[in-house]
């Protein structure tokens, strides 16, 4: 039996902008601001790489690092992305 995902408007990272995110990359984890969205990137103020999450049940990343400006991350890198902290 197929289930497909029907597209729904102003669903996904589009629906998150302003919501501040989290994606697991093909390597790294990013979090920050969502603040920008095209078919090759997103955008994220006050962005953070996530080197280590720890229990993922606690408020704080165990090491996250802050990054000096805004980053830019390929959708095409992005597995997966959630509201999470």
Same mark, same amino acid.
């Given at each position: ?8 408007? +102003? %669903?996904?990272? !589009?629906? *998150?902008?302003?919501?501040? =995110? ?15 969205? +095209? %078919?090759?990137? !997103?955008? *994220?103020?006050?962005?953070? =790489? ?36």
């Amino acid at each position: 039996m197929k289930k497909l995902v029907e597209e729904v408007e +102003n %669903e996904g990272l !589009i629906g *998150l902008m302003g919501e501040r =995110i989290t994606c697991f990359c093909l390597n790294y984890i990013y979090t920050g601001k969502l603040v920008g969205v +095209n %078919e090759q990137f !997103i955008k *994220l103020e006050n962005a953070s =790489i996530v080197y280590e999450t720890g229990p993922f049940n606690e408020k704080n990343w165990k090491d996250a690092q802050e990054l000096p400006n805004p980053v830019y991350v390929m959708t095409a890198t992005i597995e997966s992305f959630s509201v999470l902290k």
